[in-house]
């Protein structure tokens, strides 16, 4: 079976859209695959087609949106050669175009209808990138695991607020806001 085929693509695109909206709902433990499947208009041969079990489909579908946050968080890094906070201009930041355009994803995961353990994988790739740039620091005082942790904590702190706010905040007001808070000096 080819992923890139469109009959393959489609039918994952629907189980994943499918899977949200019932989270919205309800916990995902108490989400069928049968509610999956007549929520996608698909059969659970389908279903079993491509998934083992609902956890596996919440996993894909998050592994997907963990890489495009991955080239949001990238992006700013792609026009310089040598990277300086005080220097950050807030419209090459990415990261709140992720969350925006994944709105429905983050209100889930942010909510109290899926297991803990998925904010948790969040908190984890946030740390992967930043410990990722942090590794060229040479601060042998500084723990990368504790710094790391720290930053990303501000981070979905940040996102955690916004999401307060129902996303109601613009794009460019966290892009600015983020960019005032990284080069705040008290």
Known sequence: ???????????????????????????????????????????????????????????EYFQEIMADLNNSYEEPYRAVTNF????????????????????????IVFSKNVPLTYYYMLFEEIQALLKRDLAQNKNTELSLDFYS?????AIIGIILEWYRHDFTESVSTLNEQLVTILKFKP
């Open 1 to 59: 079976m080819n992923r890139n085929d469109l009959r393959v693509v489609k039918t994952k695109q629907a189980l994943h859209n499918a899977l949200l909206t019932l989270l919205s709902e309800k916990p995902l433990e108490s989400i069928s695959i049968a509610e999956i499947c007549r929520e996608a208009k698909v059969n659970r041969g389908t279903f079993y087609l491509h998934y083992e079990q609902k956890e596996k489909l919440f996993e």
């Open 84 to 107: 300086n906070k005080d220097e950050l201009d807030p419209n090459t930041v990415r990261i709140f175009h992720h969350i925006e355009r994944f709105k429905m994803f983050y209100r």
């Open 149 to 153: 942790a720290y930053q990303a904590n």
